[in-house]
């Protein structure tokens, strides 16, 4: 089944509301996940890069833990019935010159040791009377000795496919003997368009810098993906066209990320070129301002193509509305700018009639301050923001919901 027919996500050549545009975005990346169109490869990290991932597989547990009985307490491990004659001490990490006790024998152990043959319980300091040589207590059998395997057995499922790797997760995994992990990081290419875009240097008039590739791999990431690959792509659609072609022909891409060449100037080739390309174009504009030129696409058995505004905040919100939700949905994770804030906004601000607003805004106490400067073109005020505040078309009272921005 083809992808455009394997999904629920009805075809809009109209803008699409902002709120359906990020659930559609999730469904999309969803349904072409499980078409299996592009299989998102596994990735291994090392355990210090993989927090946030989503587990691309089960992790077992590749040895028991502990991998022999040890104590789990500070004091004597004791054979048989007391009082006990000490033949000697076993501390954690060193070799165990006492490795089997006879009844009525018992040796000193540290915390974490492993416990000799015979031994029938450890008797913590605090409760062990010791004369000598001697030593007596009410060890009860099998008290504070930690049976191998009895908090990890070898083999266990420790935690299932597309869990989100947290720290805890990563003191579990390297307790049983892992240093890297199998995780899902969609990949993404993106193409910034424009002739006057310069990807370094100072801008001459009639020039502007690049602002918006800088911004994508700290998104990309954020989302849970990784960007594989960038170019900068001319004016014209037979260069995109060739970008597009020659992206989607990398098995291993998901998403491309088209930048600028989104709305309706002589130089805005994007339509065109997916056109051009058979592309399925799911979403062509988002009624949310800034960022209204939005495009989701699916490329013939390929990668997703979004297509986002060149103004580099309109850039910004559309990535946040269309890309992070279907590259967190690819990565099988939550969409790690909604996490549910809502907050008051401080000031009077007014809507948008028909689209939605998204405001940048500092959070202070539950409250959200605009912070001003965050036109289509402006990154002053989200460089400096908490959030975007989002404002749906018309009068509404109350707490607003807030949109995290990628860190
Ligand atoms: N007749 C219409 N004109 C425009 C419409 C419209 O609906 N009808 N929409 C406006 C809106 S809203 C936006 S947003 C922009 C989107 O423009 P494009 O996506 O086509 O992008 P460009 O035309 O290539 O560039 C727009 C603007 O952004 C600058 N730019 C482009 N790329 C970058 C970059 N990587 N870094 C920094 N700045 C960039 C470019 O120089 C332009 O100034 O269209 C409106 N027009
Ligand atoms: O909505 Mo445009 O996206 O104003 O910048």
Do not use: K
């Not at 009805?10 to 990346?29: G, N």
């Amino acid at each position: 089944m083809s992808l455009a027919t394997a999904h629920a996500v009805p075809v809009r050549r109209r803008a699409m509301t902002w709120s359906r545009a990020r659930e559609a975005a999730r469904e999309l990346a969803t349904a072409h996940l499980a078409s299996g169109a592009r299989d998102a490869p596994v990735t291994h990290l090392p355990l210090a890069e993989a927090p946030g991932a989503a587990l691309a597989a089960a992790v077992t547990a590749r040895v028991a833990v502990p991998g022999t009985d040890t104590a789990a307490m500070d004091g004597y491990a004791v054979a048989g019935r007391g009082p006990w004659r000490v033949v000697g001490r076993v501390l954690a990490g060193r070799p165990n010159r006492v490795d089997r006790l006879r009844p009525a024998e018992a040796v000193e152990i540290a915390t974490g040791a492993p416990v000799p043959a015979g031994t029938v319980a450890v008797l913590p300091y605090e409760r062990a009377e010791r004369a000598g040589d001697r030593v007596a207590g009410p060890a009860v059998p099998g008290r504070h000795v930690r049976r191998r395997g009895e908090t990890v057995p070898r083999g266990a499922v420790l935690a299932p496919a597309g869990t989100v790797v947290t720290p805890a997760l990563l003191g579990l995994a390297a307790g049983t003997g892992h240093d890297e992990l199998p995780v899902r990081r969609p990949r993404v290419a993106a193409l910034v368009t424009g002739d006057e875009v310069l990807p370094a240097g100072l801008p001459v008039p009639g020039a502007v810098r690049d602002a918006i590739g800088p911004m994508l791999p700290g998104v990309v990431r954020w989302a849970g993906g990784v960007l594989a690959h960038s170019a900068y792509v001319g004016d014209g659609r037979a260069g995109l066209v060739a970008e597009l072609r020659a992206a989607a022909a990398d098995p291993w891409t998901e998403v491309v990320a088209v930048c600028g060449a989104s709305s309706a100037g002589p130089a805005d080739h994007l339509r065109d070129a997916l056109d051009a390309l058979g592309a399925d174009i799911r979403i062509a504009g988002v009624a949310c301002r800034p960022g209204h030129p939005q495009v989701l696409a699916v490329l013939p058995g390929g990668p997703l193509v979004v297509g986002l505004p060149g103004n580099p905040n309109a850039a910004l919100v559309a990535a946040l509305t269309l890309l992070v939700p279907a590259l967190a949905a690819l990565a099988g994770r939550p969409d790690p700018a909604h996490a549910g804030r809502h907050a008051r906004l401080a000031a009077q601000v007014d809507r948008h009639p028909a689209d939605t607003r998204l405001v940048a805004v500092r959070v202070r106490d539950g409250h959200a301050v605009p912070v001003g400067g965050d036109g289509p073109a402006a990154l002053r005020g989200v460089a400096v923001a908490d959030a975007l505040a989002v404002l749906p078309p018309g009068d509404t009272a109350g707490p607003v919901e807030l949109l995290e921005l990628p860190r």
